[in-house]
Nanobody
Framework: QVQLVESGGGLVQPGGSLRLSCAASGSIFSFTDMHWYRQAPGKQRELVATTTSGGRTNYADSVTCRFTISRDNAKNTVYLQMNSLKPEDTAVYYC???????????WGKGTLVTVSS
């Protein structure tokens, strides 16, 4: 069993920044591909960013050049640095663990990000 716990969400003004963290614990034998998803009110959950075990990254078009996903394998933690935040970024952000192409094996419970003045 693997547990994922997100942190770092909160209220931020437009143009501000937040860094989300997702710490994995439990029976982790390999810190594999990690992902950040988000779900805004009235919208489907969408993939925001991915970092593979090899360090490759991908981003949704809506966040490219503003968000950066990174990982600290020694800490089994993945981060999402969010800059130039917009109200449209308001959502519950979830981290997930799963190999690309195989779906998400484990989900965190989410952390709420609210971008508002």
């Amino acid at each position: 069993q693997v547990q994922l716990v997100e942190s770092g969400g909160g209220l931020v003004q437009p143009g501000g920044s937040l860094r989300l963290s997702c710490a994995a614990s439990g029976s982790i034998f390999s810190f594999t591909d990690m992902h950040w998803y988000r779900q805004a009110p009235g919208k489907q959950r969408e993939l925001v960013a991915t970092t593979t075990s090899g360090g490759r990254t991908n981003y949704a078009d809506s966040v490219t050049c503003r968000f950066t996903i990174s990982r600290d394998n020694a800490k089994n933690t993945v981060y999402l640095q969010m800059n130039s935040l917009k109200p449209e970024d308001t959502a519950v952000y979830y981290c997930g663990m799963g190999r690309v192409g195989y779906g998400i094996s484990y989900w965190g419970k989410g952390t709420l990000v609210t971008v508002s003045s």
